[in-house]
């Protein structure tokens, strides 16, 4: 994960999905949960995540349960 901070303008946060998949069940959620109350503190910010459309495609009965708490956790945000 990468942050840059523009004195005039919002925090930039870029980082890639595959930061964010742990192989560890729950470490996850703990992690976007992370990076988006860090960006909340810093607001004004604009969150970037490359490759988010592996995660985020529609949902159907084969998903894996982590996979379904992922995108709930990133929907309440």
């Known amino acids: ?8 303008g919002p925090c930039f946060i870029n980082f890639r999905i595959s930061a964010l998949t ?17 960006a909340k503190k810093l607001q004004p910010t604009i969150v970037f995540i490359d490759e988010i459309y592996a995660v985020l495609r529609s949902r159907s009965f084969t998903d894996h349960k982590s996979s379904t708490m992922v995108k709930a956790e990133f929907m309440t945000h």
């Open 22 to 38: 742990e192989k560890w069940y729950g470490d996850s959620n703990k992690l976007f949960t992370a990076v988006f109350s860090f």
């Open 1 to 8: 994960m990468r942050e840059k901070n523009v004195e005039s």
